[in-house]
């Protein structure tokens, strides 16, 4: 993948629907002074880039000196926004409510005090009935500067109320800021280091969550407060690998929109975001009939209006919902068939290059190489691997580890045995210096080396030897995120079996069917 431009203004031209361009060439053509025409040139000469160059830009366009060029591009900036906000979009809350606010504010200017606090006391009802409550500050802190400055008489213990009001929402403000910093931190968490590795991990968190938790959280009742609240959990249960209370909890999540659903449009990502990791829960879990129907819900959601009409929307679903695709094809054991979608995640990942961050694109890379490893193509594998073991990025520790390891047992597979001596110590290395060595780790790596002297014959026992030992983990709630990254215990059976990995996994995967279906 080629790296993304870091110019805010190409990436903001980039991002534009045909539409928008169109509107922004009218809205800055409204007249013709020289300074509008040099910005309609900056514009058509970035928008034909593929890659900013500014070298390349000024070569091409003698008409705007360099010296000009950082004024030019601060006012195209400016410019395109302000098109951009013309376009009003009737159905987003926020704009609603900051268009109102300015209207109040005007009337207000104008001298209309009465028609202002009309306005004012409308747009409370509307951020009330939408949860909005900072807008629902800013009305209120209006109000209190219309009464303080002016007599009115527009209602008896006004001041009495609106002070009331005040502290009610301001509370609110408070419990919400502390709950949504407690769930920025855990994920944040996460990003940087993945699962909890030991006792130890798992008591710093503890200490952290307590540490952070607000005092009456759990009592909370607005719809943001419980949104962070459910998050808080969840992360805390995830990183934790408590997977039956990240399922409780992402439950509780989605169940919050199903519960409004008029806040489905006014918090899309944060829908979208529930949906995902519901989804996970489920993989984690395998519970494959509630997996297919939440997917089935989130495969009919992305074709809605909500998401198609917002690139965010469109971009984050598609991240998401081919996440679990892949998922799908783990569960079901058909790796081939999913190398289908590789395709198209590939053409996605170029088209959504400027949008998407670090961590999600190394996912995919991962999902992608766990495809190919599945079905038997090895070499291929490994090029996916090599792009995130090649990517000198801070992020998921955890999954920088398990890349290494399932990239050495992919050279394993290719019998590329004058490679492995070195692979063997350097993810060793890697793995020991990260603190990211479990116990079934060290008993693949112990197999692994004992694998150069064993002959062909003995190596089954050898196989039979491992699954023996890593069943006895499976169970192990710090062991997990081993078995959820790579299927070792599948791996191993096949060898021992000698028929494919994925040929393993299907079978299991319709025994487990058949019987689940028996049991109903």
């Not at 509008?36 to 830009?57: P, R, S, T, W």
């Not at 629902?136 to 009331?164: G, Y």
């Not at 801070?394 to 992919?410: E, G, N």
């Not at 028929?499 to 109903?520: C, D, H, T, W």
């Amino acid at each position: 993948m080629p790296n993304r431009s870091t110019d805010a203004l190409f990436q903001l031209i980039h991002s534009l629907e045909k539409s928008e361009k169109r509107n922004f060439k009218l809205y800055v053509q409204r007249n013709s002074s020289s300074e509008e025409l040099k910005i309609v040139q900056l514009f058509d000469a970035l928008d034909k880039m593929e890659e900013y160059d500014e070298a390349q830009l000024l070569k091409k366009n003698k008409g705007i000196k360099k010296q000009q060029l950082s004024n030019i591009k601060a006012s195209l900036y400016r410019q395109i926004l302000s098109s951009l906000r013309l376009i009003k979009d009737e159905h987003n809350i926020d704009i609603q409510l900051h268009e109102q606010m300015d209207h109040a504010r005007i009337l207000y200017n104008k001298g209309l005090y009465l028609q202002s606090l009309k306005m004012l006391d409308r747009m409370k009802e509307v951020a009330r009935a939408h949860n909005q409550v900072t807008y629902l500050l800013q009305v209120l802190f209006f109000e209190k500067k219309i009464e303080a400055l002016h007599i009115t008489r527009s209602m008896q213990d006004r001041a009495e109320r609106l002070t009331s009001e005040v502290d009610e929402v301001n509370a609110r403000l408070v419990m919400t800021s502390r709950l949504s910093n407690l769930s920025l931190l855990l994920y944040s968490w996460y990003i940087r280091n993945g699962h909890a590795r030991n006792a130890r991990d798992e008591k710093a968190l503890r200490q952290f969550f307590d540490q952070h938790f607000p005092p009456g959280a759990a009592e909370a009742k607005g719809f943001y407060e419980r949104l962070y609240l459910y998050q808080s959990y969840c992360w805390d249960a995830f990183i934790r690998q408590d997977l039956l209370s990240y399922y409780r909890y992402t439950q509780k999540w989605v169940e919050l929109f199903e519960k409004d659903k008029f806040m489905i449009e006014v918090e899309t990502a944060h829908f979208i975001k529930g949906l995902h990791n519901l989804l996970s829960a489920h993989f984690d879990l395998q519970n494959y009939q509630k997996f297919n129907e939440t997917l089935h819900l989130f495969e009919k959601f992305s074709h809605s209006k909500i998401v198609q009409n917002n690139d965010n929307n469109r971009i984050q679903t598609f991240v998401y919902l081919n996440t679990s695709k892949i998922n799908k094809h783990f569960m079901e054991g058909t790796f081939t068939e999913g190398l289908k979608l590789v395709p198209y995640i590939e053409e996605k990942l170029e088209e959504y290059r400027l949008y998407l961050d670090r961590h999600r694109v190394l996912v995919f890379y991962y999902k992608i190489a766990s495809l190919y490893f599945g079905s038997g193509d090895y070499a291929t594998s490994i090029d996916y691997l090599n792009k995130i073991i090649n990517w000198k990025v801070d992020l998921r520790t955890d999954l920088q580890c398990y890349s290494r390891l399932l990239h050495l047992i992919a050279h394993y597979e290719l019998g590329n045995f004058d490679l492995l001596e070195y692979l063997f110590k350097s993810v060793y290395r890697f793995m020991s210096k990260m603190e990211n060595l479990s116990v079934v780790e060290e008993e693949i790596f112990r197999f692994l080396r004992r694998s150069f002297r064993v002959t062909p014959r003995q190596l089954k026992s050898e196989f039979q030897t491992l699954l023996d030992k890593l069943k006895q983990h499976e169970r192990n709630r710090y062991e997990t995120r081993a078995f959820m990254y790579l299927d070792i215990i599948s791996w191993l059976e096949s060898k021992i079996s000698n028929v494919p990995v994925q040929n393993v996994i299907r079978q299991k995967f319709l025994s487990n069917s058949k019987r689940k279906a028996v049991e109903e």
